[in-house]
């Protein structure tokens, strides 16, 4: 483990570098790593207090403003740090830079790129090509460079992306190769080119030039995040040849994550909590891996407290609006909404936000509405794609919601939930066989989940298919998986009983009586499975074990209590035996 | 759902429409004489508000031309004023200085349109009538121009500054061309413009009854298919319009005027960037695509599909019908999961509505979407993977969803495409297949045999697509019925027993109706071609699965029509015959020979492969193809000898990719193995014999055929090497399967074998039975050549019994001799002949030295064939026969002659050498 100083020091001079090279996004991830990193008790000065959190009451943080010029020898340089402090290759920065850049910092890329047209420094050229790749990228999101609609709409024309900004892209492309040819490209050059072989479709270069990118210099969140999202599987992961560096270990964090990973993912971010343990993007890293292993409370006093702390964040707020969906949770959805409405209503996830409020209050029209806005602000937008397959599912337009889901699915192969929807589009459809393939699909995803295994057994179930055995399997599966709301077990009995098989019968409705016990639940599936074990118990001449059954069965009322009466009846005579039947016949 | 990308579809200011409503401008000034300025005549006029309207109404759909296109246009239409006109047009552009001019150009637009209630005009008074079609040209500008944000003008004045500049520079050019082109170019435009007055006066009374056909126009495919980025632009733009533009057929009429006119623009002054490419056209342009990866099979190089593909997907993000492409060449080049993977995805996309949308209006539009198509495909696909199973339950779903929703035409196909599967691999089914039927036609008939569940099946199918009018699926049903009627016994299958053996037969003259039926789709299709847009309905590329060894295809295909007719145009006798109606023909040519081949005619089966080859080759499947060159090579093999057939199977090898299981493959296997066995090289033969049954699938009731040949093969194999006990038991086994499976016709030949075994094993007294079995069942079957080899075959026991009963035998053997000489192949013949000296010289009332000759003719013809044949065993024996007779007649020199062949072919026969010419 890296002293927090180091990573301190290391942090800073990126930032610094970050900016510099106008990597804003990088640099704000940056930023919030270095307040993240909790202070040393030695370097505590009371005037520091004053941005101590409330919130939490175990947190305390300080600023670390002005630390840079009092080093701690005995910590920060105790050990050398794992990969050399970043080193500026210029010193000074030439005056055409210092214009280009304030021209950048103003949204003028075009102008920025051309007051360098002709520096041939690694920085300028950086910048050069950073420029023009804004320009022409017509990714709204790019590296977080927010863009704005209408210049989408100015650029984008009626075939999407228009023939000539390729052309230029091109270029550009054969541009940073040439210069990586030669080797007068530093890392971010390299990372910009990598971004630009993503863009082009050719997935493996890219991954080399971010490979070495981030291996040259680690600091620039940018660059691993391109890489994590190169990562399609855990071989591909695996494969590459990183560098050990503490930032290698956010992004693990952030892989395991998308590869679903997620106990993994957990343990990667609370070993780095250690030292960044007041940073509010590992929080809310951590709240996302819990909320895919639908810790649902965890995760929303995670996020509440992230929002006391960070009141105007947006990003990840549209995971919160989840969890208070599931949670159903009214009015705190609207005040989430009505929160990051007012902070910037032009972000996909306020869309989205807002879309899931709407959800809620089953007005699904709107809903749709302000998902396709946040398709419009992004059209990868994943979560949005699903979303709206839901809220067409909820207004019975099956085809609209398959082209959603499927459109999901595109942007995202790995997204079960878009899988699982397209299964249950084409179960609604009565086309259960073909909606198997989906639900076989979404399991692949996510094979833990008993919510798809019983999805899937209830199309073996159906009445086209009827194919029973391929029900019990994966309803068998489901309980393994640990089934939460008891649908399996009771099916998995009924089933049984309805082919006959008793004992297997007996031994589900058994399972399922303890499951209601032990969560206190009553209904008629308990009637049910009490009245199935009596009879099959009485049949079976194990009186006793009936007579507890018939017993429970008596603390109800309604037609449960005549049938357990009757069975006691039956349940006496067959224990008395013949005798008390003799001793009527025979009166005395 | 479309809806998010329909924004492109919007009604928007270009700067052509700007140009369109400076001439309207010039048309009808606000300021009103009776004939504005620069006109001449009233014709001159009328010329040009023809001409504008042509404009106005490609407006909504075309790619709009450039500047310098329309002052082209202009100058022909405008002739002596031609000058004044276009100066004018440009004089107004470059007037156009800035956003705060284009404001006060719409003003002005305002003022060309007469009020609403101008009935006091006069009447020689020039008014823009606002209901008329310039006028709502000229309203929906201003609105749209009116609708325009700030930006959006700023927009379109830059994209004005692009349009002027690009005519100025392309200016100078044209001039140039147009001295060096001289009058002619003249001229054909002149042409061509007349073209587009009268198209464009024909178009107002179409309009009423413009629900026709969708046209085609396909302008140099093979030039797409390379697909510059310009060419797939246009595509492109077109394609985003398409939900717009498939709602309304006036559109896709005005687009075809385009068409017309843009590309003859193009042929003369060779502009590649004009190219129009509607909706339809990427449609049909795909359609022929699907159509080349169907005939090409897996020799089309699938990595090019893809690339090309690939690109147009880039291009056009909501052209669905690309991953149907994509699935068509994985499902050709046997990629399982990319196939699935792309038809579900076409399917979610689509809703199976796209493609098939162009020509059933009526029906269309239901908000449940299509699914059960994606059904349908998908059994088919599983099928062609080989999952029977599967490929039943997705159909069965199919045969459900089509009821639910009612879609008769889709239920008709999917009933066409079940009864093709069971009798493909249903022969095979036992319970297991059909075990768990749910199939509402199915299910009632669980008690049927597989057979008749086919012919319900079929039947039903075929009554749907009667009364639907499917002419194609009718036609393929009733081959399909052709066929089963040739393959399976005739209908009392269930009471099967000795007692009932009698009412087995197959019908031959119902095989010939069925096959006639299927064949007079051709009048049919010539004599009402509209109808075909119905059969459209369900495009059916995806029916082109079904399309199995037996070559017999069940095509639908509406598209196909269109593009090979370029084919067709150069055959003038069958011109306009869509060439999936050909191929349809084709298959029934085929399965006539298949028919023939079986009833015993040889020349009459070869017939019918020559035209299948000749007439169909062009439009055929490659697997139909395949079936047709190996029917050849067989006859080849069988009435040429092997030199030839190897020679011709050299030919076909090159022509299709011998990927595992092929047919071709088979055939090789087949031909070294017969040619061994004949060679006497048991080793090789047996080799041969197992590779051919490790082709076939290991799970119990598939490959069926494939497996009966193999074993088939395997006894002869055994027989050749004398051990007669195997041999039996392995046809014994084989004979159980094919009663159990149910293969009558496989079971003759069985029994054949076995007496066949016997003969050689001297058993005749055991082989006796077997053969008039076998002939029974023959001759209950129509199997007549099959029957003569049967009747050899007695023949030959009767000799064995002992030589008394010679005269018998030659008896029955001139009996059979008419069929075997006519029909049979080289080895039957030899065999024939043989046998014939073989009873004359056995006989004792003939005597050798009176009657030599009779004797010897036989042998010499005998001998001929099978050298011809290489078959060294009988060959032997012929000359042995030969000497032994010379020896007898004293004729020393040939007696010595033929001894030293006989040891050359006994030499032969017991070194076998692996000089085989490297076909193994």
Known sequence: ?588 | MAGLTRTAGAFAVTPHKISVCILLQLYAPSAQMSLPFPFSSISQHNRLGLYLLSLTKSCDDIFEPKLENLINQLREVGEDMDAWLTDHLTNRFSSLTSPDDLLNFFNDMRGILGSLDSVAAQDDQIILDPNSNLGMFVRRCILAFNLLSFEGVCHLFTSIEVYCREAHSSSAQYDASNDNLGSLIQHDQMDMEKYIMDKATEEIELQKNASGRVPFHLHTPEALFKVTEEQMKHACLLVTRKEKSSTNTKKAEATQLACASSSTVNDTLVDESLFLRTNYQIQGFLMEQADAIETHGSSLSSSSIESFLQKLQNLAPELHRVHFLRYLNKLHSDDYFAALENLLRYFDYSAGTEGFDLVLPSTGCSMYGRYEIALLCLGMMHFRFGHPNLALEVLTEAVRVSQQHSNDTCLAYTLAAMSNLLSEMGIASTTSVLGSSYSPVTSTASLLSVQQRVYILLKESLRRADTLKLRRLVASNHLAMAKFELMHVQRPLLSFGPKASVRHKTCPVSVCKEIRLGAHLLSDFSAESSTMTIDGSLSSVWLKDLQKPWGQPVFSQESGSRKSSTFFQFCDHLVSIPGSVSQIIGASYLLRATSWELYGSAPMARMNTLVYATLFGDSSSSSDAELAYLKLIQHLALYKGYKDAFAALKIAEEKFLTVSKSKILLLKLQLLHEHALHRGNLKLAQRMCNELGGLASTTMGVDMELKVEASLREARTLLAAKQYSQAANVAHSLFCTCHKFNLQIEKASVLLLLAEIHKKSGNAVLGLPYALASISFCQSFNLDLLKASATLTLAELWLGLGSNHAKRALDLLHGAFPMILGHGGLELRARAYIFEANCYLSDPSFSVSTDSDTVLDSLRQASDELQALEYHELAAEAFYLMAMVYDKLGRLEEREEAATLFKKHITALENPQDEEPNMA
């Open chain 1, 1 to 588: 483990m890296v002293s927090k100083e180091s990573c301190r020091n290391e942090i800073r001079a990126a930032i610094r570098q970050l900016s510099d090279r106008c990597l804003y996004s990088a640099a704000k991830w940056a930023g919030e790593q270095l307040v993240g990193i909790e202070q040393d008790s030695s370097n505590f000065t009371p005037s520091n207090t004053r941005f101590q959190r409330g919130s939490s009451s175990i947190r305390r943080r300080f600023s670390t403003n002005e630390s840079i010029s009092t080093p701690q020898p005995s910590v920060g340089f105790s050990q050398p740090p794992a990969t050399p402090l970043p080193q500026e290759d210029e010193v000074i920065d030439g005056d055409l830079y210092l214009l280009a850049k304030s021209y950048f910092d103003c949204r003028e890329y075009r102008r920025a790129s051309h007051v360098l047209r002709d520096q041939m420094s690694k920085k300028s050229v950086f910048l050069r090509c950073y420029a023009l790749y804004l320009v022409l990228c017509t990714i709204q999101y790019f590296a977080g460079e927010k863009r704005k609609e209408e210049e989408m709409v100015e650029l984008e024309g009626p075939l999407g992306k228009s023939d000539a900004i390729n052309r230029e892209l091109v270029s550009l492309e054969r541009e940073l190769s040439a210069l990586k040819r030669t080797g007068a490209i530093d890392s971010f050059g390299l990372y910009l080119y990598g971004v630009v072989l993503k863009e082009k479709g050719n997935a493996s270069l890219a991954r080399a030039s971010l490979v070495e990118s981030v291996n040259s210099y680690p600091w620039n969140w940018s660059a691993w995040s391109e890489l994590q999202s190169l990562c399609t599987s855990i071989e591909i992961l695996n494969s590459l040849n990183l560098n050990n560096h503490w930032m290698k270990e956010f992004f693990l964090g952030s892989a395991y994550q998308e590869l679903r990973m997620h106990s993994e993912s957990l343990a990667k971010y609370e070993y780095l909590q250690d030292i960044f343990s007041f940073s509010n993007y590992i929080q809310a890293q951590t709240a996302k891996a819990q909320y895919s292993l639908r810790e649902f409370d965890q995760v929303e006093i995670m996020f509440e407290d992230l929002l006391r702390n960070d009141p105007y964040r947006v990003e990840d707020m549209d995971l919160y609006s989840n969890v208070l969906y599931a949670k159903e949770a009214c009015a705190a959805l609207s005040y989430l909404a009505h929160k990051v409405f007012l902070t910037d209503k032009y972000r996909p996830e306020s869309c989205c936000i807002v879309g899931n409020y709407y959800s809620l209050k089953g007005q699904h029209e709107k809903a749709v509405m302000y998902f396709r806005r946040a398709l419009k602000l992004n059209k990868k937008y994943l979560s949005a794609w699903t979303l709206m397959g839901h809220e067409y599912v909820e207004m019975k337009n099956t085809s609209a919601a398959i082209d959603a889901y499927r459109r999901a699915v595109d942007v995202n192969p790995c997204d079960y939930r878009a899988w699982y929807g397209l299964g249950q589009a084409y179960e609604m459809m009565g086309m259960p066989f073909y909606a198997l393939h989906y639900f076989r699909k979404s399991i692949f995803f996510l094979p833990n989940d008993s919510r798809l295994w019983i999805a899937m057994a209830k199309c073996y179930q159906s009445e086209q298919l009827h194919m029973l055995e391929e029900a019990i399997k994966c309803y068998k599966r489901a309980v393994n998986c640990g089934d939460t709301e008891g649908i399996a077990l009771n099916q998995l009995a009924k089933l049984h009983q309805k082919l006959g098989r008793n004992e297997e019968a007996a031994f589900y409705f058994e399972k399922d009586l303890e499951r209601m016990d032990a969560e206190g639940l009553e209904g008629p599936n308990m009637f049910e499975a009490l009245v199935f074990l009596a009879t099959h118990l009485k049949t079976n001449k194990k009186f006793d074990e009936a007579e507890v059954y018939c017993t429970r069965l008596l603390d109800y009322s309604g037609p449960e209590k005549e049938k357990a009466k009757s069975l006691l009846r039956g349940i006496r005579m067959a224990q008395t035996g013949f005798p008390s039947m003799d001793m009527e016949h025979f009166p005395l």
